[in-house]
């Protein structure tokens, strides 16, 4: 390969990194709001991002008329994934999440801590193999005009440098960092928001203040589907959907969350950026199979050599 | 017949965590426009006392009446709705907002809200720190500045019972001291009813209309400011002489 | 704990294991032999899962990793090298434990939440590492000529056999375990990790323990399982539904016992094997939608698990099926001062000792001398820094500068657990009960510390009562107890660590006038006998009578120190306490 082969292909992994990367980003925010609020680890938040691909799935077309039209249809079905699995969500912290791990539970010692870890754990088995059932284990795509045409820059360096940028990804990552941007002015300016990080930073203090920490925990829980969900759903259009790639996600999810710094909105949409990097990048001097492993190895690290950072956040808790 | 009734009163109060009992037969009341101070030492159930006031704790015994309303039935957030506003032990602002948005927490109930810009103004009047600070992260403030947001923000509410853990705890004598001629000023000027929890027993008793004192988890003693200020039990409890 | 005499669990083992073999002679049925192997090893995963996350409370998500290094291992090698499994199943379980000790030297950095998620992530990676290495599906070569040199067997009954003797195995050791200072010291780090490492366990060395047998043990079965199933894939080793499934069958059974992962395997794979097998054309998920039920169920419903529900609603409310203590007959007289006392020399010293957080000096530039032999009291008003001081002096925070020596040896960076058996023992301000032992085993954990044998430790601890005068309840739960005995076996927790110091953080909080006398008189005792002791306290009030001399804090720093006469009249001291009308009243 001659030199400007080589940037080429880093240029061109670059781009596909920061654009899976938004979405990732994305699904971290998710994430980040339920443990940033509640100090809640939810395992099952990979299959609820697994459920936002299916519902943008069916919702988009699977009937083979797109609903909203073959160009917008996925980004709008992905949207939609957005209000239904807050649904969902809230509905799963009110039966099962909730019942474990109230505001006064948080007071409590480890045990509390364990038995809702364990509980989503079990939800996430439940809901993976749930869906295996209802949808089978076959692979589902969608496929839009805009996913398999490419945006071509270049040539630039004279003749030598040619990059794709996929239209489709570009737009779903556009849409990514919108709603990042619409969730963070959600957190930052309203009532709600400002009621949730109270209730993150002191759940007791908030109730001597008249916040209904229950509830509040119930809406962080939901909205941290959601915004997973939305990422789902803006995956689905250049990735497989399978009932199974939650577990696989999940992890995906925690590295960038962690990497960032836990309960940090900022830091978890930019933490699934750098893993969105990091597993394209890792394509250029690792093969296929080895990305996973990549991001897991990225995770493992950033976990054992940055504790004091994680101990920081849950010290102050304790 | 609310009016007639003390705005506080609590009778027979059994509560504890965990099976483990801390308080035993709690009584005691305030009055409205009173300052009603309690004292004990470690461990004798105060702040027990007040979280379950507040409902964190849940009472295995006994009554607690809010302006004639059975506060046992009212759910812990929605406590602070009906004027009860706790400023907790060591503060507990919330770290990561900034000072005007600690207030503007505590103005979340609907007296709060409705009083927000007199009472915005007058909570800066009482702490003119607080208006400096106003876009500062409360985490941010020293020890002193953080229990003045924790009152300011109690104040916030608009409540009829200021409920205060332990406000000079861990604070240097200066602050401490200047932290209570607030506490005493606010009573003063507002006739809000304090209820509050001090180890710095002369001058809690020097301003309080009466005063409590709990041990092990009971009332051993209560009266008015003058006569548990002349007992030497006060005395002994804290210096042991 | 640490029972002698009969123990009928020993019986109901033997019972199980002859139980279920008589019933293998039975069945005929192919299938049914694989489901009744299967459900064993199952039951042996969980026990090996049982042995770490049971004991000590670190959950693991992550067992597949040796599980899966286990089987891989014994496929490859016979494969590889002609190994026989009968040699390549210990040889995994060696692997195994190493790759517990690989794993958990870093991870056991982590605690809680994170270390779950860490354990997570190893045999995701494993996984698909295995798949690259183009292991995607490696079968058992069969082995006509010597079928049996190589663990085959035509009759499937013989691999129940070799899966009982594997169980019965990994039984007995659970059993011997849970019973030794083993089961004492990762119980203890269970219940509160904080106390156990003051009581002189060293922590992060018994968690490698427990990983190194937790991982052996699983990758032994691990490689059973590949011989059974003669296929090996990377999803049905390293999978997240073979971690889950460790976990559940022992959360679901009960965890911390031996029967736990007995009576989950027993019921749900089972079960799972039944619906896979009716449904798996039209469900194909139906397994781990068991698997999520029963895990979602137990959290709900029974969350310690089928065995302690049951078990307690047949003994009743209480773990006193834990606290199976009996006090030696006579135990020979231990002396818990065997120093030289009062020669005024200090015993600790401590220099310039600081500590921040955030902006917040909470200990400023201390220096203090503890004499041999004296009492000394730490007195000041709430936030002054006492808590603080203790917990830079027993080693749960660093200091930010300053130095403590203990009888001229630098403590400054010393592990709480080292400065435990180097003499300094502590109790707390909320006390810290190890909650689901009786008082009698909490005291056995703090004098695990200084002895050798299990003996010698139940001897040692119940010294320690018998110098308190509670031995006659120590059979008793510590989460159903009182203050007063909660606060007595405290103190004997940390006599049983022969401590040459005692620091007593607010030992009289929350006791009337009449139990602090009762408190102060061992107390006395065990000074007079040439015990060092510091006692912190929030007032004066008892101490005047107890101490030789106080230090008193206010905010981080020495305000006045000296004898109590001194003290009560000091101004200072007066105002820190009083506020200063009292001065002005006078």
């Known amino acids: 390969m001659t030199a400007a082969q080589h940037v080429e292909n880093v240029l061109q992994f670059l781009v596909a990194g920061l654009l899976t990367g938004a979405i990732y980003g994305l699904m971290c925010v998710g994430l980040s709001i339920i443990f940033g609020v509640m100090r809640v680890i939810n395992f099952a938040q990979g299959e609820f991002m697994m459920i936002g691909m299916y519902f943008a799935y069916f919702v988009f077309g699977a009937s083979g008329q797109p609903l909203f039209g073959d160009v917008l249809g996925p980004y709008v079905a992905a949207l939609l994934a957005g209000p239904a699995v807050f649904g969902v969500g809230v509905a799963v912290h009110r039966l099962l999440v909730g019942r474990v791990t109230g505001f006064r539970s948080t007071t409590l010692e480890a045990e509390g801590h364990y038995a809702q870890l364990i ?76 009621a949730l990080r109270a209730a993150a930073d002191n759940p007791n203090a908030a109730v001597y203040m008249g916040i209904d920490v229950d509830r509040a925990y119930r809406i962080a829980f939901g909205l941290g589907c959601a915004v997973t969900a939305i990422g789902g759903g803006l995956l689905a259009s250049s990735y497989p959907v399978q009932p199974t790639i939650g577990i696989d996600y999940v992890i995906v999810m925690y590295a960038g969350v962690v990497l960032g710094g836990l309960g940090s909105l900022r830091g978890a949409f930019l933490g699934g950026l750098t893993i969105g990097l990091v597993q394209q990048l890792s394509a250029l001097v690792l093969p296929n199979q080895l990305q996973n492993t990549a991001i897991f190895v990225c995770f493992l690290l950033v976990v054992l050599l940055r504790p004091q950072g994680l101990f920081g956040i849950a010290a102050r808790r304790a | 017949m609310a009016e007639q009734s003390p705005l506080l009163e609590i009778k027979s109060l059994d509560a504890g965590y965990g099976g483990l009992p801390v308080l035993h037969g709690i009584s005691l009341r305030v009055e409205r426009a009173e300052l009603v101070v309690v004292v004990g030492p470690n461990g004798a159930g105060k702040s027990t006392l007040f979280k379950t006031i507040s409902g964190i704790v849940t009472p295995t015994a006994g009554k607690i009446a809010f302006d004639g309303e059975n506060l046992l039935a009212v759910p812990p957030h929605a406590r602070a709705h009906l004027g009860i506003a706790h400023v907790p032990e060591g503060r507990q602002v919330f770290p990561s907002l900034s000072v005007h948005e600690n207030l503007e927490i505590g103005a979340s109930t609907r007296a709060g809200r409705t009083a927000w810009n007199e009472n915005r103004e007058k909570i800066y009047t009482l702490f003119p720190i607080l208006a400096e600070r106003g876009r500062q992260l409360a985490g941010t403030l020293s020890g002193g500045e953080q229990q003045m947001l924790a009152i300011g923000r109690g104040l916030a509410s608009a409540p009829k019972l200021l409920m205060l853990d332990e406000p000079s705890m861990g604070l240097a004598p200066a602050v401490a001291d200047e932290i209570f001629e607030r506490i005493v000023a606010i009573h003063r000027d507002t006739h809000v009813s304090v209820l509050l929890v001090e180890q710095r027993v002369a001058e809690a008793l020097h301003f309080a209309t009466r005063g409590y004192v709990l041990e092990t988890g009971k009332v051993i003693l209560e009266g008015d400011n003058k006569a548990l200020a002349d007992t030497a039990r006060i005395r002994r409890a804290y210096l042991g002489m | 704990m640490f029972a002698r005499g009969r123990d009928r669990n020993w019986a109901w083992i033997a019972a199980f294991v002859g139980a279920y073999a008589l019933v293998a002679v039975f069945v005929g049925n192919s299938y049914y032999q694989l489901i009744m192997t299967v459900v064993l ?260 419903l029974a969350p310690e698990g089928v065995f302690w529900k049951v078990r307690d609603l047949v003994a009743g409310r209480g773990m006193s099926a834990r606290a199976n203590y009996t006090p030696p007959g006579t135990a020979p007289p231990i002396d818990f001062a065997p120093r030289p006392a009062r020669d005024g020399a200090p015993i600790l010293a401590v220099r310039g000792l600081a500590k921040s957080f955030g902006g917040l000096k909470a200990v400023d530039d201390v220096s203090l001398d503890v004499r041999r032999g004296e009492i000394l009291g730490i007195i000041g008003p709430n936030g002054a820094g006492k808590t603080t001081l203790f917990n830079l002096l027993n080693g749960f925070i660093a200091a930010d500068a300053g130095s403590i020596t203990l009888e001229g040896m630098d403590i400054t960076r010393r592990r709480p657990s080292t400065r435990c058996r180097l003499g300094i023992g502590r109790t707390f301000q909320v006390v810290k009960p190890f909650r689901r032992m009786s008082i009698a085993d909490n005291v056995i954990v703090g004098a695990l510390a200084h002895t050798r044998t299990d003996a010698e430790a139940r001897a040692l601890a119940h010294a320690a009562l018998v110098e308190l005068g509670i031995s006659q309840d120590s059979h008793l739960p510590a989460g159903e107890i009182t203050n007063k005995e909660l606060r007595l076996m405290e103190l004997a927790r940390a006599l049983a660590s022969r401590p040459k110091l005692l620091l007593l953080d607010e030992i009289f909080a929350g006791l009337s006038a009449a139990e602090i006398e009762e408190l102060m008189a061992p107390i006395r005792r065990l000074c007079a006998a040439g015990l060092t002791i510091v006692i912190i306290e929030h007032t004066m009030q008892a101490m005047v009578q107890l101490v030789d001399r106080f230090v008193v804090l206010d905010h981080g720093a020495v305000l006045a120190a000296g004898s109590p006469d001194e003290i009560t009249r000091n101004p200072a001291v007066i105002e820190a306490y009083l506020g200063k009308k009292w001065l002005t009243h006078g």
Do not use: C
């Open chain 1, 119 to 194: 509980l989503t754990l079990g939800i996430s088995l439940l809901l993976a193999n749930g869906a295996l059932v209802v949808f089978g284990a076959a692979p589902l795509s969608i496929t839009t005009p805009l996913a398999s045409t490419p945006w071509v820059v270049g040539p630039l360096h004279g003749e030598d440098i040619l990059l794709f940028v996929n239209q489709g990804q570009t737009v779903a990552a556009a849409i990514a960092v919108a709603v990042v941007g619409a969730f963070a002015i959600l957190m930052a300016r309203s009532r709600l928001g400002r």
């Open chain 3, 41 to 300: 090893v199952w039951a042996v995963m969980g026990l090996a899962w049982n042995l770490l996350s049971g004991y000590s409370g670190l959950v693991s998500f992550g067992h597949a990793a040796f599980f899966g290094l286990g089987a891989y291992f014994v496929v490859l090698a016979q494969i590889e090298w002609q190994l026989s499994p009968w040699l390549g199943i210990p040889a995994a379980s060696i692997l195994g434990g190493i790759a517990g000790l690989v794993v958990g030297l870093p991870t056991f950095r982590l605690r809680g939440h994170y270390f779950a998620l860490a354990m997570l992530a190893y045999p995701l990676a494993l996984l698909y590492v295995f798949e690259w290495l183009g292991y995607q599906e490696v079968a058992v070569p069969m082995m006509r000529a010597s079928p049996t040199a190589y663990l085959q067997f035509a009759d499937g009954r013989i691999y129940i056999f070799v899966a009982l003797a594997l169980t019965l195995g990994a039984m007995v050791l659970t059993r011997v375990l849970e019973r030794s200072r083993y089961g004492m010291a990762l119980l203890a780090i269970k219940q509160d990790e904080i106390a156990a490492e003051a009581a002189g366990i060293d922590t992060l060395a018994w968690k490698l323990r427990a990983i190194t047998l937790s991982g052996a043990l699983a990758a032994a079965i691990g490689g059973f399982y590949a011989v059974v199933q003669l296929v090996v894939t990377p999803l049905s080793v390293f999978g997240v539904l073979v971690s889950a499934q460790a976990l559940i069958v022992a959360m679901f059974g009960g965890v911390g016992t031996v029967w736990g992962p007995i009576i989950g395997a027993l019921t749900l794979v089972p079960l799972s094997a039944f619906l896979d097998a009716k449904l798996a054309e039209v469900l194909p998920g139906i397994q781990g939608v068991v698997y999520g039920v029963a895990i979602i169920a137990v959290v709900m």
